[in-house]
């Protein structure tokens, strides 16, 4: 069992930054690819970003190529999600979630998920 818990929302202006942040505990989670996805109000849950379990792959929506990163260390069993240029239609709760395939990963099809943490972005 692998427990992820997220952390570094907030409420942030429009073209501000703020960096999210996943804590894993528990199964190997080096051995895993993970990925942050986001629901906002009265929408269906859409993929964000994902990693490779080596970090060697990354992958990214469209709407927020060239403004989010994400990146992992292993040694410290977290991963997080650099978030800059935001605009108020980031507005949404993210999650962190893993799993042991990329393709699936990438697709939302993950074993572990966490809790969410809101992050809003006013105009």
């Known amino acids: 069992q692998v427990q992820l818990v997220e952390s570094g929302g907030g409420l942030v202006q429009a073209g501000g930054s703020l960096r999210l942040s996943c804590a894993a505990s528990?199964?190997?989670?080096?051995?895993?690819?993970m990925g942050w996805f986001r629901q906002a109000p009265g929408k269906e849950r859409e993929s964000v970003a994902a990693i490779s379990w080596s970090g060697g792959r990354t992958y990214y929506a469209d709407f927020v190529k060239g403004r989010f990163t994400m990146s992992r260390d292993t040694a410290k069993n977290r991963v997080y999600l650099q978030m800059n240029s935001l605009k108020p239609e980031d507005t949404a709760v993210y999650y962190c979630?893993?799993?042991?395939?990329?393709?699936?990963?990438?697709?939302?099809?993950?074993?572990?998920w966490g809790q969410g943490t809101q992050v809003t972005v006013s105009s």
């Open positions: 979630a893993g799993g042991s395939g990329w393709s699936r990963v990438k697709s939302g099809l993950c074993d572990y």
């Open positions: 528990g199964r190997t989670f080096s051995n895993f690819a």
